[in-house]
C-alpha cells in the first residue's frame, strides 16, 4: 500500500485566499482525522470522519475551516479566507478499527502551509 | 487540545548510550502508539502497544504499556546519529468519542 497520500506538500499563499488540502487514506481504513502541527501547540486534532461521516470536529479553529470527505478514498480540508496564523502542518491521518482492539494510525507525510 | 505529559522534552546524548522517554496522563488508554518524527515528514509509527503491562521491542527499541493503563515508556538502546528526531506517544480513548491523544513531544539528539 502506498500509505497516507497528501497534496500539496508545500503551498504558499497569500491572506485571502482560498486553501485545499487533499487526502487520500489507505486503503480499507475507516477513520480519517486531520491535524494541525505548529511549534507552539504542537499536534492538534481538528477533524475526524468515520465511514466518511464527520464525527468530531470541536478542533476546527473558526468557520473559515471546513472539511469534507465524499467518498471513502478523498478527503479535503478548505480554509477560506486564509490568514497567516493559519501557517502551520497539516497532516492527514487514517486507521481502521478491528475487532480485536487492535487499531493503529497512519500519517501522511503533511501539507507545510505558508500563509503570507 | 487535551495532551499527554511527555518528558523529558528534549534530550542530548552521546552516541551508544541508552534513551528513556515517557508519557503519563490522567485518563486510562486502551492502546499507546509511539512515533518517530524526522524533519519535513510526517510521524511514522514505530510501536503499538495493546495490553495493560505489555512489553514490545522493534529493534533497539522496546516499549512499555503501563500497568495502570495511565502510563507508557519507550527505551532506545545503544542509539545512533540517526536516531535524531522527535518521538511522540499516543493513547487511543475510545469512551465516548474514538480520539488519539498526543504527547507533547521529545526530541532527541545525539552527538557522535
Known amino acids: 500500500d502506498a500509505g497516507v497520500i497528501q497534496s500539496p506538500r508545500h503551498e504558499v499563499t497569500e491572506m485571502g485566499q482560498e486553501v485545499t488540502l487533499r487526502c487520500k487514506p489507505i486503503s480499507g481504513h475507516d477513520y480519517l482525522f486531520w491535524y494541525r502541527q505548529t511549534m507552539m501547540r504542537g499536534l492538534e486534532l481538528l477533524i475526524y470522519f468515520n465511514n466518511n461521516v464527520p464525527i468530531d470536529d470541536s478542533g476546527m479553529p473558526e468557520d473559515r475551516f471546513s472539511a469534507k470527505m465524499p467518498n471513502a478514498s478523498f478527503s479535503t480540508l478548505k480554509i477560506q479566507p486564509s490568514e497567516p496564523r493559519d501557517s502551520a502542518v497539516y497532516f492527514c491521518?487514517?486507521?481502521?478499527?478491528?475487532?480485536?482492539?487492535?487499531?493503529?494510525?497512519?500519517f501522511g507525510p503533511g501539507t507545510r502551509l505558508t500563509v503570507l | 487540545g487535551q495532551q499527554l505529559n511527555q518528558s523529558p522534552q528534549s534530550m542530548f546524548i552521546q552516541e551508544g548510550e541508552d534513551v528513556s522517554m515517557n508519557c503519563t496522563s490522567s485518563?486510562?488508554?486502551?492502546?499507546w502508539l509511539w512515533y518517530k518524527q524526522e524533519p519535513g515528514e510526517g510521524p511514522v509509527l514505530l510501536i503499538a502497544?495493546?495490553?495493560?503491562?505489555e512489553l514490545t521491542s522493534n529493534g533497539r527499541l522496546t516499549a512499555q504499556f503501563g500497568i495502570t493503563r495511565k502510563d507508557s515508556f519507550l527505551n532506545i538502546s545503544a542509539s545512533i546519529p540517526s536516531d535524531v528526531g522527535i518521538y511522540f506517544c499516543?493513547?487511543?480513548?475510545?469512551?465516548?468519542?474514538?480520539?488519539?491523544?498526543f504527547g507533547t513531544g521529545t526530541r532527541l539528539k545525539v552527538l557522535a
Open positions: 502497544l495493546y495490553k495493560a503491562g
Open positions: 499516543a493513547g487511543l480513548t475510545t469512551s465516548g468519542t474514538y480520539k488519539y491523544i
Open positions: 485518563s486510562i488508554f486502551n492502546t
Open positions: 491521518a487514517s486507521s481502521a478499527r478491528t475487532s480485536r482492539g487492535r487499531d493503529t494510525q497512519y
